[in-house]
């Protein structure tokens, strides 16, 4: 009987033992800072843009390569873009920008990228300039671009800085009511996209 009474109390001695003896946990680890990453900050450490929900994934159902994507949220360096040619099979590398280079100096590095490789640059919302459009024309390597904007064109002459890009391969409008009402005049090819949260 009188064990019976001590049960609970060598129960709760146990579990205090048991429980002081279990390792500590695990501490959280963490990725590399921008300075040691060659590329720039990884990407499960940057703010999530509204515009883009993170990293785009490129899908071309005839593109059947064993490759790479490479993706940065800047333009490279001349040196970032000679240090790709160690990725295995790069098929594509993608630039996220949160705004427009508005010369041609901030892009010239870009004539360094691999030649085996695909570069898509996405760009939001229309040129802030003549020029910004212009620059990349300057470009000689091959460039996608693609551009997201939010609502419709302000002016008719900005389609006409689009219409004049050769680069551009795109235009996505994440816009509530998809119609193609002031996009007329643009002479590329034209998507819609809605974001349902």
């Known amino acids: 009987m009188r064990l019976f009474a001590l049960l609970p109390l060598i129960i709760c001695t146990l579990l205090a033992a048991g429980c002081s003896t279990s390792p500590p946990p695990v501490p959280r680890q963490t990725l590399p800072d921008e300075a040691d990453s060659p590329l720039g900050t990884p990407l499960g450490t940057q703010p999530r843009d509204p515009l883009f ?31 790709l040619h160690v990725y295995s099979g790069l098929a594509h590398v993608v630039i996220t920008l949160s705004q427009w280079p508005t010369t041609y100096a901030n892009l010239q590095d870009l004539d360094q990228a691999p030649e085996e490789a695909d ?7 229309y040129p802030p300039s003549q020029q910004a459009a212009d620059a990349w024309n300057l470009l000689s390597s091959r460039v996608r671009i693609v551009v997201v904007v939010n609502d419709l064109p302000p002016s008719n002459a900005v389609i006409d800085d689009l219409n ?11 816009i509530d ?5 002031g996009f007329e ?8 996209r809605l974001v349902v949260e």
């Not at 009511?177 to 009402?181: G, N």
């Open 53 to 83: 929900r993170g990293a785009p994934l490129i899908l071309d159902r005839t593109d059947l390569r064993f490759g790479t994507t490479v993706h940065l949220t800047r333009i490279p360096s001349r040196q970032e873009l000679y240090d």
């Open 185 to 192: 005049r643009l002479q590329r090819p034209l998507s819609f």
């Open 164 to 174: 004049k890009m050769r680069g551009l391969e795109r235009v996505i409008a994440q």
């Open 177 to 181: 009511d998809p119609r193609r009402t």
């Open 119 to 125: 570069l898509i640059v996405i760009l939001p919302g």
